[in-house]
């Protein structure tokens, strides 16, 4: 099968090959699925499981990809609420060879049923993206309607998924980009916006929940704003930031089928709508992720015609 597939940390999105590999088995618990589109995370280069098993051993040349909708081909022993043939999305593990291929084996557990009125291509687009919003304002942070929330990178392919949600919950967002960014944050759900650019971001005031995408200075300046009680979430890794009379949590997004599954049928019945910027072929995925023109949403990489 082709592939996507990284050797050398230091090279980033220069280091990608397009390769013929070996196509997965089904081990115990896991299924084989064709994959028709996959998402990918820029950062990934830079995490340590894209590099070293759970043992730490290297296990480059390792394919890149965690997202991922396509067709269920093999069942492996163990495996239960899945069959053959079955339309599925989901979040393959960060430790195994990823979904910028042909085919991925990876744990049944991490799929859920791909509805036929979706397309693969937003299939693929949801589980960073939606996961990622759902966790963090939900399990995290605990949001219930009347509440305020920052949403960081609000025209993003995170921050567009972190207004919607939030502003269907009955939270006020105000959503954080560059200029040019405006209208779309707004037309994402964002009651208001702030241009990190001009604007000041203490002109705010006190937020019940900050989701941040960014860290830094700006993760700092944010965690003045959590009013008391309040939570700042952040998924750019650990912090020292805390709120002065609020919570800090740092997260790692996790596969949930049943939040996958609530997360596809607000698409399907419009409340969700999900930011997709370029689609391409595997053929030419290490051009594009090389490319130097701005993303404009998540980038998908169409594994077959």
């Known amino acids: 099968?082709?592939?996507?597939?990284?050797?050398?940390?230091?090279?980033?999105?220069?280091?990608?090959?397009?390769?013929?590999?070996?196509?997965?088995?089904?081990?115990?618990?896991?299924?084989?699925?064709?994959?028709?589109?996959?998402?990918?995370?820029?950062?990934?280069?830079?995490?340590?499981?894209?590099?070293?098993?759970?043992?730490?051993?290297?296990?480059?040349?390792?394919?890149?990809?965690?997202?991922?909708?396509?067709?269920?081909?093999?069942?492996?022993?163990?495996?239960?609420?899945?069959?053959?043939?079955?339309?599925?999305?989901?979040?393959?593990?960060?430790?195994?060879?990823g979904t910028l291929a042909e085919y991925v084996a990876m744990e049944g557990r991490n799929l859920a049923p791909l509805p036929g009125d979706v397309d693969f291509t937003v299939g693929a687009s949801l589980p960073i993206s939606g996961l990622t919003?759902?966790?963090?304002?939900?399990?995290?942070?605990r949001l219930h309607a009347g509440q305020s929330v920052l949403a960081h990178g609000a025209a993003g392919a995170v921050g567009s998924m972190v207004a919607q949600l939030a502003r269907e919950a009955g939270a006020y967002v105000i959503g954080t980009g560059r200029a040019a960014d405006r209208q779309k944050a707004l037309d994402f759900g964002a009651n208001e916006f702030v241009d990190l650019g001009s604007d000041t971001l203490e002109h705010v005031g006190a937020v019940d929940l900050v989701f941040d995408v960014i860290g830094g200075d700006i993760q700092k300046r944010s965690a003045t704003l959590v009013r008391a009680g309040g939570t700042l979430v952040t998924v750019v890794g650990p912090t020292n930031i805390r709120p002065a009379d609020g919570l800090a949590i740092d997260f790692?997004?996790?596969?949930?089928?049943?939040?996958?599954?609530?997360?596809?049928?607000?698409?399907?019945?419009?409340?969700?709508?999900?930011?997709?910027?370029?689609?391409?072929?595997?053929?030419?995925?290490?051009?594009?992720?090389?490319?130097?023109?701005?993303?404009?949403?998540?980038?998908?990489?169409?594994?077959?015609?």
Request: proline share 3%; net charge neutral; charged share 20%.
């Open 252 to 305: 790692v997004v996790e596969s949930d089928r049943a939040q996958m599954s609530e997360i596809v049928q607000r698409v399907r019945d419009g409340r969700l709508r999900t930011n997709i910027g370029k689609v391409s072929t595997l053929n030419d995925a290490v051009a594009t992720f090389n490319s130097t023109e701005r993303r404009a949403g998540k980038t998908i990489i169409c594994a077959r015609p």
């Open 133 to 141: 919003a759902w966790q963090g304002l939900f399990q995290h942070g």
């Open 1 to 97: 099968m082709k592939a996507i597939v990284v050797t050398d940390q230091a090279a980033g999105t220069a280091g990608m090959k397009l390769v013929e590999r070996p196509e997965p088995q089904a081990a115990i618990n896991d299924v084989v699925v064709q994959v028709h589109a996959a998402g990918f995370v820029n950062t990934e280069l830079e995490w340590p499981s894209t590099w070293a098993d759970r043992a730490f051993r290297d296990r480059t040349p390792s394919i890149l990809g965690h997202e991922l909708a396509g067709v269920v081909t093999a069942l492996g022993y163990g495996t239960t609420g899945l069959s053959v043939g079955q339309r599925v999305f989901g979040l393959a593990d960060w430790h195994r060879d």
